[in-house]
């Protein structure tokens, strides 16, 4: 990721006029369960459908986007966090919105379980959990 990348994912995370008001159900068991703020919960959780954006066959992002409509709730976010392309990227931008990168481990199970909740399929929850392998 590049420097100019790294600047615009910070620039999103601290953006609390942008981030505040789009938060979903997922962020919001993120913020309950794991005592991060909203801006943490939506900018993590964007990193991640980010990485997922970029590994996952249209079938299953579709099947994503139908369970989480971040795309129309995460406006601008995604457009930056579509440049993540590996989990070292993900584990950036969770430092950059002054998370731990070991955080990624705590968030993959609250959003894969809301989304076995939400009916995704066992074949979307296992691909996601090995692309969102640390």
């Known amino acids: 990721m590049s420097k100019d990348d790294q600047s615009a994912i910070s620039n ?6 942008l981030i505040a008001n789009h938060s979903l159900p997922v962020t919001d068991l993120l913020t309950n369960q794991l005592g991060v703020s909203t801006e943490q919960a939506v900018s993590g959780t ?9 590994q996952l066959s249209s ?3 579709s099947e994503l986007e139908s369970l989480i409509p971040w795309s129309s709730n995460l406006p601008n976010v995604q457009g930056v966090l579509g440049n993540i392309e590996n989990m070292q990227t993900v584990k950036t931008a969770f430092e950059s919105m002054g998370l731990d990168p070991q955080m990624v481990n705590k968030f993959v199970p609250v959003i894969l379980d809301y989304l076995k909740q939400s009916g995704a399929s066992e074949g979307l929850l296992g691909t996601l959990g090995e692309i969102w392998k640390s």
């Open 12 to 17: 999103v995370a601290t953006d609390t006029g």
């Open 46 to 54: 964007g990193a991640l459908f980010g990485l997922a954006q970029q």
């Open 59 to 61: 079938a299953d992002l």
